[in-house]
């Protein structure tokens, strides 16, 4: 089922949604000082959440990336 049309099965997007809440969190548990709005990824603006990121965490995007990919 698709209720919000998207084109993605329903199921599919709550799982997926789950498990980026829980990555949010080990975000935060790693880097104590990320919000929520810290982690809002906005479809287009990759390079600024990155940038943003960098600035709050001082990792480069490199160690930032690398760790999104360990904990996804």
Do not use: C, P, S
Request: hydrophobic share 25%.
């Amino acid at each position: 089922m698709d209720l919000n049309n998207n084109n993605v099965n329903d199921q599919t997007e709550l799982r997926a949604r789950g498990g980026w809440n829980e990555v949010k969190g080990k975000a935060k548990q790693q880097w104590g000082n990320l919000t929520d709005d810290d982690l809002e990824y906005k479809e287009g603006q990759q390079d600024e959440w990155f940038g943003r990121l960098q600035q709050k965490t001082g990792h480069t995007v490199d160690e930032i990336k690398d760790w999104f990919h360990r904990n996804f």
